[in-house]
């Protein structure tokens, strides 16, 4: 990298403006994206695995797929909130445990459905926690 200077294209960017382009891409490509974006370098990595930016992205997302001033307080409460990041039992899988709330693949006005119980707690998925009932 001798005689590149490093101060070039996008990086140059202010972190601010840079989470405000990544949030728009996540809320146009889906969750997926923040992998995707956390693979090109370091400081995008940084940037996409912060709590506060997963949490923009989330309130933003959650903003798009339903009119929130419709709901009551308790409403509001119980589902208006950030996702936990969970490891699961069997597998050893990370993944978002939306429970109780509302669970899509991130892009905006994309809704999969609401979930007010966890049918298959500290489980990434139903095929888990029947395989770890089989062991």
């Known amino acids: 990298m001798h005689g590149f200077p490093k101060d070039q294209g996008i990086l140059t960017l202010p972190a601010s403006v840079l989470e405000d382009i990544f949030i728009d891409v996540v809320l146009q490509e889906g969750d997926k994206a923040i992998l995707t974006l956390a693979l090109v370098c370091t400081p995008f990595r940084d940037l996409v695995t912060r709590e506060a930016f997963r949490r923009r992205a989330h309130i933003l997302w959650l903003d ?8 009551s307080t308790s409403y509001k409460t119980e589902y208006y909130k950030m996702y936990r990041l969970e490891t699961c039992r ?5 993944f978002k445990n ?3 709330g509302y669970v899509g693949r ?3 006005g994309e809704l999969v459905g609401i979930f007010s119980e966890d049918t298959h707690p500290d489980f990434c998925s139903e095929f888990c926690q029947i395989c770890a009932d089989l062991i």
Request: proline content about 5%; aromatic content about 10%; overall charge positive.
């Open 64 to 71: 798009s797929v339903a009119n929130w001033t419709v709901f």
């Open 90 to 94: 069997q597998c050893g899988d990370i």
């Open 98 to 100: 939306c429970t109780p």
């Open 106 to 108: 991130g892009r905006r």
